[in-house]
């Protein structure tokens, strides 16, 4: 009776050596972009697809802000009340964060031709402050050369209000610049955002996409 101890550990630690190696070895979901982290929106606030089986090219790149922090904005696409999401958030310091996959289509234009041709990206801050970060900065062009050159999108910022038809254009644009689905001359989607306001320095962003896009090319 009293080596019962022992013969149960002696059956129960090579089954725990199993589980623990298991979950050593395990690796977590890859990632579209090599220099982002994973953490995946609720399923409930997005549409899986298979976006270049179907047709859906991504011809524009969407820019957000949050009005928080990186942390809010991965707080609330987990949450089913948002019915809401995007592909990626940028934090002040730069961190990538993956929410939803590229092929899928994220909820973030208030427009759904937009939400089917495009990705979208959060970016920590206030649109009516100017509070945005060098490393945010940096961090946010880098991905988006890479998708830029991924999906052959235009390198450009167009001004003004994108087209009606997402089919028609192609660039990277804010939030404020995606038509109303119902009247094309107001921006802002369906609700009439005007993210990322005018304190994101876009003269100083393109440079930068254009230095990364460049260097990806010759690297």
Known sequence: ???????????????LMVVFLFKLGSKPEATDYPEAAWEPALQ?????SNREANGLKVRW??????????????NWFKDPRAKASS??????????????????IAWHAGNWAYNEHSIG????????????????????????????????VSLQHPE????ADPTQGSGVIGHNQVPD?????????????YDPGVNWDWKHFMELVKQYYEEQSTG
């Open 121 to 152: 990206i959060e970016h920590a801050g206030y649109a009516d402050r100017k509070i945005f970060t060098e490393e945010e900065y940096k961090a946010s062009a880098k991905l988006v050369a890479y998708l830029l050159k991924k999906y052959n």
């Open 61 to 74: 790149i969407i820019i957000h802000v949050v009005e928080g922090d990186a942390q809010a904005a991965l």
């Open 44 to 48: 409930s606030n997005f549409s899986e």
């Open 181 to 193: 689905p119902s009247d094309p001359s107001v921006g802002g989607g369906k609700s009439h955002h």
């Open 87 to 104: 592909h990626y958030i940028v934090g002040y310091d730069g961190m990538v964060y993956q929410m939803v996959k590229e092929k899928d």
């Open 160 to 163: 003004g209000l994108a087209p």
């Open 1 to 15: 009776m009293r080596n019962r101890p022992l013969l149960l550990l002696t059956l129960v630690l090579p089954l």
